[in-house]
């Protein structure tokens, strides 16, 4: 599977983005999608997940009822709708894929796509 990010960009706090992933290779629906994110000087993050279907979705706590991920298997792609951004969410945001996992206790991914930087100005 090969994942490319769009989206990212710059934007003044309390406004909103929303990322796209575009998977290429077969069974899509096979993967579990999700979100992380690398903030200048800091380790990389889990940011969100979605299960194969889509029923089930998971998120870290400091995005909890801004972010929004969802999933759409007849286009092979995964968007991450941001809202409400803060400074703090400026980093380079990372679409992957894998087959298992709670990646909110231990990332198993498979792949990862390049980096989409988001830059959120006070």
């Known amino acids: 599977v090969q994942l490319q990010a769009f989206g990212g960009g710059l934007v003044q706090a309390g406004g909103s983005l929303r990322l796209s992933c575009a998977a290429s290779?077969?069974?899509?629906?096979?993967?579990?999608m999700g979100w992380f994110r690398q903030a200048p000087g800091k380790e990389r993050e889990f940011v969100a997940q979605?299960?194969?279907?889509?029923?089930?979705?998971y998120y870290t706590d400091s995005v909890k009822g801004r972010f929004t991920i969802s999933r759409d298997n007849a286009k092979n792609t995964c968007d991450l709708q941001m809202n409400s951004l803060k400074p703090e969410d400026t980093a380079v945001y990372y679409c992957?894929?894998?087959?298992?996992?709670?990646?909110?206790?231990?990332?198993?991914?498979?792949?990862w796509g390049q980096g989409t930087l988001v830059t959120v100005s006070s």
């Open positions: 992957v894929a894998g087959v298992r996992g709670d990646w909110r206790r231990a990332p198993e991914i498979d792949y």
């Open positions: 290779g077969r069974a899509f629906s096979s993967y579990l």
């Open positions: 979605i299960n194969w279907s889509g029923s089930s979705t």
